[in-house]
DNA sequence: AGAAAAGTTTACGTTTACGTAAACTTCATG
DNA sequence: CATGAAGTTTACGTAAACGTAAACTTTTCT
């Protein structure tokens, strides 16, 4: 059995690393997106909320919303001993699956369009520099 | 020679179309993305306008900000005469394709783990039924 | 111990991208 | 021709995601 070394960070630390404020990670915390522990008043975070928030600044690079990484979180953490609430999720999942496939065309398009601009601009500079 | 035939279009032509209100394109004018001529107080939509309509639709489900987007458009429309100036511009679009390629690598990996979620629930699911 | 560093709460400020409303003009048409 | 639909300007409101600051309390270092 392994036994989770159990690592922890102070916010100072998290900050740091993820290149974020302290005043960022309180307030995903107030949105409820990490429950840190308590060492009196000071929080405490363990390896899941490192990951969580290396999930919320993905989530953020994608243009998700804090309130939508958050009902990803609860997917998750959902209870999976109901067959509505599975296909529930399974809706959910559905829909941010086609969500990112979207983004996917969107962010091809573009690059395929940048690149195009790129070899006109790469092109004219030959056109001078000759 | 083609004749570029001018098509154009009435601001609740675009809002039915694009599926947004007319208060959001007229937005984006004050925000100088779109430059529609005036057919006396009328706004009058050409297919340019429809296009960067489109762009700027497709920039806001990437998370680019009106600002990005009209940076975009500048650089469709910069003047290719100096060097220098290509040079930056390519710099630019380097540093895009640079993000989006992030963006990329972002939504594969969640769209990874989206569907081990998704089989997850399925298994659930099965045991359930069975 | 005394000062600096790090952390805490509370609260107001800021930017982006529109929503909503008021008050008015223009245009088509029955 | 009036009336209803569509368009216009101007202006204030709003939600999200923090930034910034004040004022205080630990913790840590020397």
Redesign the interface.
Known sequence: MSKHTTVSYSIGELAKEFDITTRSIRFYEDQGLILPTRKGQTRIYNQRDKVRLKLIL?GK???FSLAETGRLFE??DAD??S?TQ??T??DL??Q??ND?????E??????IE??G??K???D??NL??K
């Open positions: 993905r690079r994608l243009g997917l998750y999976k001993s067959a599975l296909k999720i399974m999942i559905a941010k699956k990112l496939n979207q983004q996917l969107d962010i091809q398009a573009v690059l940048l690149t601009l790129e006109n601009c790469q004219a500079l001078i520099k």
